[in-house]
């Protein structure tokens, strides 16, 4: 399973950004599909993750301003990120759980992250 990110890049605060994901292979099933980020000097944080049709789950920190959505059928995920604050920059990276494909099951794959720098 290989997870292909995109949308990052450089934003003024209070803009928006849409980071995309999709899981490439023969994928039977994902459970949980979400985004994590990692700003300079700090440790990896949940943004946002959403298993199946249930309801989403969002870091205090960016509710209201950032909404994640998924498309079973096509193994994708984005993050619609309004409202843009500086604290938001980070390394964001793409992430999915108990994953079946025709290998077998997999607890997580990484993708590999997106910049998203918001300038003050």
Same mark, same amino acid.
């Not at 605060?13 to 999709?22: D, E, F, M, P």
């Not at 980020?37 to 700090?42: I, T």
């Not at 096509?74 to 793409?94: F, G, H, I, R, S």
């Given at each position: =399973?290989? &997870? +292909?990110?995109?949308?990052?890049? &450089?934003?003024?605060?209070?803009?928006?950004? #849409? &980071?995309?994901?999709?899981?490439?292979?023969? /994928?039977?099933? /994902?459970?949980? $599909?979400?985004?994590?980020?990692?700003?300079?000097?700090?440790?990896? !944080?949940?943004?946002?993750? =959403? /298993?199946?049709?249930?309801?989403?789950?969002?870091?205090?920190?960016?509710?209201? #301003?950032?909404?994640?959505?998924?498309?079973?059928?096509?193994?994708?995920?984005? &993050? +619609? $990120?309004?409202?843009?604050?500086?604290?938001?920059?980070?390394?964001?990276?793409?992430?999915?759980?108990?994953?079946?494909?025709? #290998?077998?099951?997999?607890? !997580?794959?990484?993708?590999?992250?997106?910049?998203?720098?918001?300038?003050?």
């Amino acid at each position: =399973v290989q &997870l +292909q990110a995109s949308g990052g890049g &450089l934003v003024q605060a209070g803009g928006s950004l #849409r &980071l995309s994901c999709t899981a490439s292979g023969t /994928i039977f099933s /994902i459970g949980a $599909m979400g985004w994590y980020r990692q700003a300079p000097g700090k440790g990896r !944080e949940l943004v946002a993750s =959403v /298993i199946a049709d249930d309801e989403p789950n969002y870091a205090d920190s960016v509710k209201g #301003r950032f909404t994640i959505s998924r498309d079973n059928a096509k193994n994708t995920v984005w &993050l +619609q $990120m309004n409202t843009l604050k500086p604290e938001d920059t980070a390394v964001y990276y793409c992430h999915t759980r108990h994953i079946v494909t025709d #290998r077998g099951y997999d607890y !997580e794959f990484w993708g590999h992250g997106t910049q998203v720098t918001v300038s003050s």
